[in-house]
């Protein structure tokens, strides 16, 4: 157990520090790791049927939010009303299934790379998560905005809007795709859409893609904020599952 906390740990200290780096090509090859600890997550991703229904329940939910908007924007003071409407959604195992990039991560011993993640995403291979097209796509019908907020570095740019439009994702050009910039925090990016947007829901497989409160908290804090937030689940955060990595790694 030590030893997977470890990985986990490295993994994601490795992850970050190539985050940073812009000359990640010259890079020289990381070292084979035993990364076994992710065989669990990538089998739900890929032959759980539990995890195909989950996700079809966050986007049954979302839609059943998103019907609900007609009454509930009644009660809002005007101002609010008239914005128009927007939907924030992360990209990475929110709307965009990369098991497969991780799946040969295991066999081949590598760590998370920003280098072999690019060339994952080049190949244009990632499928859809379970009901997020039909979902966003509904939600462009009824004249909702949709902002894609992901933490990949701004020269994932092209290689994200391939992924999206090659799924039929609406929405899918540089202006409603937001990249990290300056902060890997999506705070700014998310305040940014509500200067000018009524946000009605946010999506995302990290509690990072739906509020600062998250951020860098130790596993209890974040538990007090999950408790905090109780009426917001299912209502204005939609949590999609990921079992295979994610912000609960650093906090353990
Ligand atoms: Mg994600």
New binding site residues.
């Given amino acids: 157990m030590k030893n997977s906390i470890l990985f986990k740990t490295v993994a994601t200290v490795v992850f970050f520090s190539f985050l940073i780096t812009p000359n990640f090509a010259q890079q020289q090859e990381p070292p084979k790791i035993d990364n076994e600890y992710q065989v669990g997550g990538v089998i739900f991703h890929q032959k759980a049927a539990e995890y195909r229904a989950l996700a079809y329940q966050a986007f049954n939910l979302a839609k059943m939010r998103l019907d609900m908007d007609k009454k509930l924007r009644k009660k809002l003071p005007k101002s609010e009303r008239k914005k128009p409407r927007a939907i924030i959604v992360?990209?990475?195992?929110?709307v965009l299934d990369n098991s497969p990039y991780f799946g040969k991560l295991i066999k081949t011993r590598q760590p998370l790379t920003i280098r072999s993640l690019f060339e994952w995403k080049k190949s244009g291979k990632a499928k859809a998560v379970p009901g997020s097209v039909e979902f966003l796509n509904y939600a462009k019908k009824k004249g909702v905005e949709i902002f894609y907020v992901s933490n990949v570095p701004s020269n994932f740019m092209e290689v994200t809007l391939k992924s999206l439009k090659q799924n039929g994702f609406p929405d899918a050009k540089e202006s409603n795709v937001m990249l990290i910039t300056n902060s890997s925090s999506k705070e700014p990016r998310r305040q940014k859409v509500a200067e000018t947007h009524r946000i009605l829901m946010l999506i995302?497989?990290?509690l990072n893609?739906l509020s600062v409160a998250f951020e860098g908290k130790s596993i209890q804090d974040r538990f007090t904020e999950v408790e905090k937030a109780k009426n917001l689940w299912g209502t204005k955060f939609i949590v999609v599952p990921?079992v295979m990595y994610g912000a609960w790694e650093s906090a353990v």
């Avoid at 992360?90 to 929110?94: K, L, Q, Y």
């Fill in positions: 992360d990209a990475d195992e929110t995302g497989d990290s893609d990921n």
